[in-house]
């Protein structure tokens, strides 16, 4: 795999796709939804994609793609190289907002993760990395992550998850929200872990994310020395729903330790 070719590529495209996205605010969204009334895709998400794929299938044809708007290929398995694409990860923030959304690129090769693009398009503000080549931000090197405590943390969390709800007790993660300095919540899964990569976030923790969600911060967060786990603390399944922990190194074991370890959900 010639990651520098790759990534010099996927860096071009992903800022034309930006522009593409922000062109588009002038003019009137088609918006559907999935999963429920909540779950927002419009146009110009199947658009973004659907630009993604013809660029990758004109370049690199013998690679492969899976995408949020399932466009690319049905994949049950990593071999190869396998691009995973959100192409606006927070929708519903660029529906209402018109920024705090990003483009979101992870690119595996036999199931390991390569390069790891995010763009939070609006601010124009790139993330990406290679793997054993470090983590950037806007072309700047990110430095390793410090530790930190429970009680000067700050960590990603959306309310959700510490009021009644299907998937967790919120008195477990109520718990841990009393105990840090303070908590955010950005609507967009691949800003958060891009900020905990850069060190503006200490964790950050969700029920439930897809691949392409997550598919790209997982990389930048290897480069940085984080920590990447399900709630449990186990390996992350890059093809399937996850609960996500990601986390600064010390952190994580103190809050799995304290928090989470032996509960029920």
Do not use: C
């Not at 959306?158 to 105990?179: E, F, K, M, Q, Y």
């Not at 186990?234 to 986390?247: A, D, K, V």
């Amino acid at each position: 795999m010639h990651e520098n070719e790759i990534l010099i590529y996927a860096k071009s495209w992903i800022k034309e796709a930006g522009e593409r996205i922000k062109k588009s605010f002038q003019t009137t969204l088609n918006i559907e939804t999935k999963s429920n009334a909540n779950d927002l895709v419009t146009n110009i998400d199947k658009e973004t994609e659907q630009f993604f794929i013809t660029k990758i299938n004109q370049q690199f044809p013998e690679h492969r793609i899976l995408g949020e708007e399932g466009n690319g290929d049905e994949l049950e398995e990593l071999g190869g190289v396998v691009w995973i694409i959100d192409p606006i990860d927070g929708t519903m923030n660029f529906v209402h907002q018109q920024r705090n959304f990003a483009i979101s690129i992870g690119i595996y090769e036999n199931g390991v993760g390569k390069i790891g693009l995010i763009y939070d398009v609006v601010h124009d503000e790139l993330y990406h990395a290679v793997k054993g080549k470090g983590a950037h931000f806007n072309d700047k090197a990110l430095p390793k992550l410090n530790e930190v405590s429970v009680s000067e943390a700050i960590i990603g969390l959306n309310a959700t998850w510490v009021t009644p709800n299907r998937r967790i007790d919120p008195l477990i993660l109520g718990t841990l929200v009393r105990d840090v300095r303070g908590t955010r919540s950005y609507g967009s899964a691949a800003i958060e872990i891009a900020q905990v990569a850069a060190g503006r976030l200490d964790a950050y923790i969700t029920m439930r994310l897809s691949p392409w969600d997550f598919a790209a911060g997982l990389i930048l967060m290897e480069e940085v020395g984080g920590v990447s786990t399900t709630l449990k603390g186990e390996p992350i399944q890059i093809l399937q729903q996850n609960s996500i922990f990601i986390s600064k190194p010390g952190l994580h074991k103190s809050i799995l330790e304290n928090y989470l370890q032996g509960k029920e959900w």
